[in-house]
């Protein structure tokens, strides 16, 4: 929040590998993303990107390396201080992931009751005010089965956000919204980072999302298993040294250009 | 340090009055979510009490931190204000704190969207009670019907499933649930022979334990321990699986195949259980009567011989095929409860719990009804 820290590093990523038993999925990751960056971790399709996300809320312990917030080291943190890490984590699931017995407040206020002293007519008047931020207000009753896909995740976002967390990780936020609903999902991305100063982590392959909202990313490559590219989106698109990047960020047209100019 | 530090943190609201009709409200310190800031409820007071208010403004240059309690705050202070049509200055706001509120007002609530408290009259309650009772009832009146038609095509032979999937389901409801079925038919059938013991004894005819266990499992007790072990076990299985195949739409994606689902998944589940609880039922019957023979040995000294000539005296072939019938009914019974709730399960976690839950009781409720029926038809046919 304070313009202080704006810029410097929040979570820096040191020699991760990423594997299953004895299948490695990715090797030697090593990247910083700074406070208030939004930062898109991109590559193919099946090339580890979720899983990277997994790891880096804690939800996969990494084969190697570590993962650090604020400096202080995530992955060898005791148990009890890596729950206090963990709840300044807010976290968008692909589908949702509404508790489907419980209303879209009562969803909302869960990690509020759960977490902080308030009361609870104050819980419910923030449920309210996360709902209305993104766009649900008059929707605090309604059960996720009886509301759309769009609106699931939408709800799914001001659960993320109900204890005001410092970093906000999205999977995959416009996967099956229409390019009206994306695009308002990602303005939303953006007013948050501008009004909250939240880092945010999304994990896209939306060409037109990546170049809105990323100010920073990394690019995963499968046939390498590694990460080929670090920065800013549009310098990498533009400069990248690597054909296989400059051709995702172009949609191909890099590519088949350069094709063309080889034969 | 920190008591002399948290004093001057500490989150605090004060209003005082500026030119031009305008009120100040000062934010100061800092405001987090740990019930330490304070609510609208206390600026409201004040605000009702200032009189010729034409402009409310903001004061936060004390306010050292800020997160969700300013905003939740800001939008219910903003909401009253434009009730009482008054103008609100958000000049003196933070710029993020401003884009925030503004966010929050800006997609209007849906009109229709929010409901009421539903309250309906007691009258009301029982009718739609009455009514979701008979729109359940029609429904399982139409679902024995699909199963009828899908047993028809199966005759035909035209019926549409996996033969895989059948020898899937009969082991899981046949061999798989030998073990448990052994275990509780044995005891019943220890606990029969040690308690009509009790009361045999004191006539001096032990020996008649066998005539009671026998028959006792043979025409009733085998089918029905039987039944209520599947209920639980398979009846539940099939709810909970057909279940969460209608929350993942796999039910939708058959029926647009052109598969019906009641030959796809009712029929293999309908079949294996008609089939294997007869099986399961008798080995129930043997197992019980072991345990009756162990009572009886063990206990009232009967020769494990005499025993035996005596239950095989006792159970005529009618008991044991009547048990075996009525155990194949109970498994159709069954195998219907669990597919039907599964079908009609809501489309989330906790109500396939609830489809599961109700299997069962519909499942052990019919098994009794059914237990009642036979016995008055054995009655009249004199069986």
Redesign the interface.
């Known amino acids: 929040?304070?313009a202080e820290i704006r810029g410097k590093p929040h979570i820096i990523v040191r020699n991760l590998t990423m594997a299953f038993g004895s299948f490695v999925l990715m090797r030697d990751l090593n990247f910083v993303v700074n406070h208030a960056d939004v930062f898109i971790i991109m590559g193919g399709s099946g090339c580890g990107k979720s899983t990277l996300l997994r790891h880096l809320v804690g939800l996969i312990e990494p084969a190697k390396g570590d993962i650090l917030y604020d400096g202080v080291n995530f992955t060898t943190a005791d148990p009890d201080q890596r729950e206090r890490m963990v709840r300044r984590f807010g976290i968008l699931y692909q589908s949702g992931a509404l508790f489907?017995?419980l209303t879209l407040a009562e969803n909302v206020s869960l990690p509020?009751g759960e977490f902080?002293?308030?009361?609870p007519k104050?819980i419910r008047?923030?449920a309210e005010?996360?709902l209305?931020?993104v766009?649900?207000?008059?929707?605090?009753?309604?059960?996720?089965?009886q509301i759309s896909g769009g609106m699931q995740k939408r709800a799914g976002l001001a659960r993320a956000m109900a204890?005001?967390p410092e970093i906000l990780f999205f999977d995959e936020p416009s996967a099956g919204l229409d390019p009206i609903s994306s695009r308002l999902l990602d303005d939303?991305i953006l007013?948050l980072r501008?009004?909250?100063?939240a880092t945010i982590v999304v994990v896209t392959h939306e060409l037109s999302s990546i170049f809105t909202i990323g100010n920073n990313c990394v690019f995963l490559d499968t046939d390498t298993r590694t990460m080929i590219a670090h920065g800013d989106p549009k310098e990498l698109r533009d400069h990248c040294p690597d054909l296989k990047v400059r051709k995702f960020l172009t949609r191909g047209e890099e590519g088949t250009e350069a094709l063309e100019q080889h034969d | 340090m920190e008591s002399t530090r948290s004093v001057a943190r500490q989150p605090e609201l004060s209003t005082r009055r500026g030119p031009d009709s305008t009120l100040i409200v000062e934010l100061k310190g800092l405001w987090r979510l740990d019930g330490t800031a304070p609510t609208f409820d206390s600026l409201a007071p004040r605000l009702a009490a200032e009189h010729d208010l034409r402009r409310v403004a903001f004061d936060t240059s004390g306010l050292l931190g800020w997160d969700s309690s300013v905003v939740s705050f800001l939008v219910r202070t903003s909401e009253m204000l434009r009730v009482r049509g008054l103008t609100e200055d958000r000049g003196g706001l933070p710029s993020g704190l401003a884009r925030l509120v503004a966010l929050a007002e800006a997609v209007p609530e849906r009109a229709g969207a929010r409901r009421g408290e539903e309250s309906a009259p007691i009258l009301a309650r029982i009718g739609s009670s009455g009514i979701a009772a008979a729109a359940a009832a029609t429904d399982y009146i139409n679902f024995t019907g699909q199963c009828a038609i899908a047993f028809a095509r199966l005759l035909l032979g035209r019926a549409r499933f996996r033969r895989a999937d059948f020898v899937e389901v009969l082991q899981q409801c046949g061999s798989q649930a030998l073990g448990i079925v052994s275990l509780i038919a044995f005891l019943f059938g220890a606990i029969l022979a040690f308690m009509g013991a009790v009361q045999l004894q004191q006539f001096g005819a032990s020996i008649y334990v066998a005539d009671l266990v026998g028959i006792g499992m043979a025409r009733e007790m085998g089918a029905i321990v039987t039944a209520i072990i599947m209920s639980g076990r398979t009846g539940a299985a099939f709810a909970a699986q057909l279940g969460s195949m209608k929350v993942t739409q796999e039910i939708d994606a058959l029926t647009t195949m052109g598969i019906s689902p009641f030959e796809f998944l009712v029929l293999p589940r309908m079949m294996a259980l008609i089939l294997m609880m007869p099986l399961l039922c008798a080995f129930a019957d043997v197992l019980g009567m072991l345990g009756g023979a162990t009572v009886g040995v063990g206990m009232l000294q009967v020769p494990f011989l005499s025993y035996y000539r005596e239950t095989i005296a006792a159970v005529s072939l009618t008991n044991f095929f009547l048990g075996l019938a009525k155990s194949a009914v109970y498994g159709a019974l069954i195998a219907m409860a669990g597919c039907f709730n599964g079908f009609n399960s809501g489309s989330s976690s906790s109500a396939v719990g609830d489809a599961a839950t109700r299997a069962v009781v519909a499942g052990i409720v019919m098994i009794v009804l059914a237990c009642g029926i036979f016995a008055v038809l054995a009655n009249i046919i004199g069986l």
């Open positions: 929040m304070a489907s017995a509020l902080t002293a308030l009361p104050q008047e923030i005010l996360k209305a931020l766009g649900l207000k008059g929707f605090e009753d309604y059960y996720p089965s204890l005001d939303l007013e501008a009004s909250l100063g």
